[in-house]
């Protein structure tokens, strides 16, 4: 996803517009408010556009709607299935016209912590990286703007956009409200969750044991926090050659973040391979295998990436482990 001049003038365009409506509107607007798990931090965007009911349904409504890609039969759900904690099934998702993107659909789970969006961390807000998919080329390939034309006064976006934002649908309403939807997508209510907060029988022994070998191997250095990511950039040794994507270095121009990407989160880990940046690697048991390796000699690699030698008894607690990540309720909580 390479956003160019035409779409970083449309960023910059939503990033500064104001309407004093909203705040007249966000008093008697009723508030949306998320339900966090037990234990879990207030994500840091709670001041930045309150959250109420009209936005989120709003940005629901928006986001499943095929319309969105005018014609081109696409919806952000397309590459993001909530059965899949949003993420995509196949390494590159299918695109508008027979085109195929150039990096895995991520979970969007726990997306209202990040910091920055994208594999590269190019994006440094939800709203703004909303525009990507719509108008790559490679993705929805649609005209926000004519998209906003379409639908604004179809229901329920005529309704919703004046009871949500004051305004009628237009850039900065869909880039907002679909934002404020994938912001109430929160996991973490897992069986290890349940067993953090002191639930001794929500793991096995043997999940319990590979959540040892989690942390003796050094896995919580970037996989650590409510989140299980430090949200930071990171060349673990995947491949040797990045001239296709070169990763952080592209957002950056820094040679030393050659072949850096965002590290993942772990959480629903079990449901949203293919994994990696590319999605070259199948199976979770490859991923382990990859970094139990200590992946390819890559002179940009962290030094963080170091054989593991774990044991076969090791690996195999390590995977249950990871497979106890799974949220036991959807991440979406509206009906």
Known sequence: MRPGPALA?????SACRKDPAMEALGEVEPPFVRVLPPGAPEPPDADTDPLTWSKVKLGKALFFDER??????????????????????????????????VRNAPTLGNVA??????????IPTLHQQVLVPVTDVLEMDADIHAVALALRNQEPYRTLSHKAYGRELDLFVITRAIAAYERILISGWSRFDRYLQGDAM??????????????????????????????????????????DDPGRQRITLDPDDRGKFKTPTLRNVALTAPYMHDGSIATLEEVVD???????PDPNKSPLMQPLGLTGQQRDQLLAFLRSLTDERSLDPLP
Not at 9 to 13: G, K, Y
Not at 217 to 238: E, I, K, Q
């Open 202 to 243: 929500a793991l096995t022994p043997m999940e319990i044991a590979g959540h040892g070998v989690f942390i003796d191997a050094g896995c919580t250095a970037c996989h650590g926090g409510f989140d299980l990511s430090d949200h930071d950039f990171h060349n673990v040794g995947l491949a040797l050659d990045h001239a």
């Open 68 to 101: 969105m890609s005018m014609g081109h039969g696409l919806s952000c759900a397309s590459c993001h299935h909530p059965e899949r904690a949003f993420s995509d099934t196949v390494a590159f998702s299918a695109g508008a016209n027979g085109a195929v993107g």
């Open 113 to 122: 912590y990040h910091p920055r969006f994208n594999r590269d961390g190019g």
């Open 9 to 13: 003038f449309l960023v910059l365009l």
């Open 290 to 296: 990859h970094f139990n390796s200590g992946g390819l």
